[in-house]
């Protein structure tokens, strides 16, 4: 007799799962419930529609050769039956049936199984902000939302739009607003962006860069409600720090998981409001699964269950729950956080533990800022990244690590997601055997140098203090010097205008070292911390003793500059 198995949930898990059981099991009965019309679709290219870069909002469900991904895709192809416009409403687990409305037609019917999946997926979460309910207030959960925006941009009308919270949806949609020459604003509770990838000065680099592309970034504010006019639409959002001109805005805070369903039937919820699931993504009831972002993750650096609704981990839990159901018994080891978005002109992407968290866990932390061009200083499309590495002192083990910039991100937070998983250690890093060659990397990676920074500050030999720090500093008016040791044209182009700032290029600091106080603090800088390190180490041969340089030079300064126009 064929096995039947049920699947409740399209978009990216539940056909995951239907279509490697149906490449498993040749004769099993294969049903898909999904309670919406379109089956399975690219939910993160939604931004990407509303800016036009995706032209077609169909080809966010087609296959790569244009194939819509449709009920007669799935009938014809995969041989997998679909109930679209169906809603599960109960799960009788003794009977191992469920009970399902057809939407359109009120019809109602059980349907067996002998395994059933769930991958019902999250919701975005509504703050009660009164007037939420406005003409052009959106969320951007589905196509049909993405299609709204765009018909309400494409209307002309739109001039001014405010994005709620800053989030991963947040700003990538306010980039799109903004090719469509929107003036936008992002309003965000916390002190940054993305407040869960990036500590403050990596966060900082971002937002800067979002300023400059015209989008005002509003931190440390909350939106308390919307405004209309006589006819519901909406005109002005009202937070805490004032009144903001808008015809559109998004609600982008967040999502849940949707775990109704489950906790009807009295399958285990976890703390995070998710499906309880077993490390062969198992409920609490052995005939059930559940994957996507209706459950959450063990987070492998964390050592905890996390919330992390993310379409690539959607994938691999339906893969996963489809070899267990076939009898290829496999664990889902956990996740390590990884995570990348483009926002204007940087790539912004986190893996493992921020600075903050790792302190939290009372690591004994160990930062460094490492710019630098992503190929070769020479080659003509080199472009900066920013990275921020998180070590353990007591180990040298990485335990996060932060890149911001223009250039190549995803290269990096990508070998960096192998190193993380196997516990790799700075000293480790620093050996790896990377594809080098002018048009792809530095002769030593970006990867490669971030990591002996790390271990020479672990080693006791590179002595370092973070940008903040130095901020602090000056703003205490504490006496230190500051030192600058790049060259004459670098100097005229880019300055720090502080009374406390010497310049002697590197290459005299051995000759005018004595110009020098011993009895101060010396903090030196350069373009990004190299040469700094290097002056460090001069001056300790010289017999200095109280001798750092900044983290990330003067390309990471986010504060005050003379810029040469």
């Known amino acids: 007799m064929a096995n039947k198995y049920l699947v409740i949930g399209g978009v990216a898990c539940g056909p995951k799962v239907a279509a490697r059981l149906r490449r498993l099991d040749l004769d099993a009965e294969i049903t898909i419930i999904e309670k919406g019309e379109i089956l399975s679709y690219?939910?993160?290219?939604?931004?990407?529609?509303?800016?036009?870069?995706?032209?077609?909002?169909?080809?966010?469900?087609s296959t790569p050769v244009g194939v819509p991904r449709d009920v007669h895709f799935f009938k014809n192809v995969k041989n997998i039956e679909i109930m679209d416009r169906t809603l599960a409403q109960k799960i009788n687990r003794l009977e191992k049936k469920v009970e399902v409305v057809k939407l359109e037609s009120g019809e109602k019917m059980e349907i067996s199984y002998d395994k059933l999946i769930l991958a019902v997926g999250g919701t975005p979460i509504e703050p009660s902000i009164p007037g939420k309910d406005l003409n052009n207030?959106?969320?951007?959960?589905?196509?049909?939302?993405?299609?709204?925006?765009?018909?309400?941009?494409?209307s002309g009308t739109i001039k001014n739009a405010v994005i709620v919270g800053g989030g991963l949806i947040g700003l990538e949609v306010a980039e799109s607003l903004t090719k469509h020459g929107i003036k936008v604003t992002i309003v965000e509770m916390l002190d940054k962006v993305l407040p869960k990838m990036f500590d403050i000065e990596m966060a900082s680099l971002l937002m800067e860069d979002m300023r400059t592309n015209g989008v005002d970034v509003l931190v440390k504010n909350?939106?308390?409600?919307?405004?209309?006019?006589?006819?519901?639409?909406?005109?002005?959002?009202?937070?805490?720090?004032?009144?903001?001109?808008?015809?559109?805005?998004?609600i982008s805070v967040g999502v849940k998981p949707n775990s109704k369903l489950a906790l009807e039937a009295g399958l285990e919820i976890t703390e995070n409001g998710a499906i309880k699931v077993n490390n062969y993504l198992q409920t609490t009831d052995p005939d059930i699964y559940a994957g996507g972002d209706c459950i959450d993750n063990y987070h492998l650096l964390f050592r905890k269950r996390v919330y992390t609704p993310l379409g690539d981990l959607a994938n691999i839990h339906g893969r996963i729950i489809a070899n267990n159901i076939a009898g290829i018994k496999e664990e889902f080891p956990g996740i390590l956080g990884t995570t990348i978005c483009k926002v204007f002109n940087f790539n912004a992407g986190s893996i493992g533990l921020t600075e903050d968290k790792a302190r939290e866990l009372n690591y004994d932390v160990?930062?460094?800022?490492a710019p630098g061009p992503d190929k070769a200083h020479f080659y003509p499309t080199a472009k900066t990244i920013f990275i921020k590495l998180v070590g353990n002192k007591k180990d040298g083990k990485i335990l996060g690590a932060q890149i911001v910039g223009p250039g190549d991100v995803a290269k990096r937070l990508n070998m960096l997601s192998l190193g993380l998983y196997y516990g790799i250690t700075a000293k480790e890093m620093a050996k790896m055997d990377l594809a080098y060659a002018p048009p792809f990397a530095p002769a030593m990676d970006n990867l490669i140098t971030a990591a002996n920074i790390m271990q020479n500050k672990i080693d006791g030999l590179a002595k370092s203090i973070s940008m903040l720090d130095v901020r602090e500093k000056l703003k205490n008016k504490e006496d230190f010097v500051l030192l600058d040791v790049r060259s004459p044209k670098e100097i005229e182009e880019i300055s720090l205008p502080y009374k406390n700032v010497v310049y002697i290029p590197l290459g005299m600091l051995r000759q005018k070292y004595k110009e020098l106080p011993r009895d101060k603090e010396i903090i030196i800088f350069c373009k990004i911390s190299l040469r700094g390190y290097e002056a460090q180490r001069i001056l300790e041969e010289k017999g200095f003793t109280n001798v750092k340089f900044m983290d990330g030079g003067i390309v990471s300064w986010l504060f005050e500059r003379n810029i040469k126009k």
């Open 366 to 369: 160990v930062t460094v800022i």
């Open 222 to 250: 909350k939106v308390l409600s919307f405004e209309g006019d006589d006819q519901g639409n909406l005109k002005a959002v009202i937070t805490e720090q004032g009144t903001i001109e808008a015809e559109l805005a998004l």
């Open 42 to 61: 690219g939910g993160c290219g939604m931004p990407y529609y509303i800016s036009d870069e995706v032209h077609d909002i169909k080809e966010l469900w």
């Open 137 to 154: 207030v959106y969320k951007l959960n589905h196509p049909y939302d993405a299609e709204a925006i765009k018909r309400a941009v494409d």
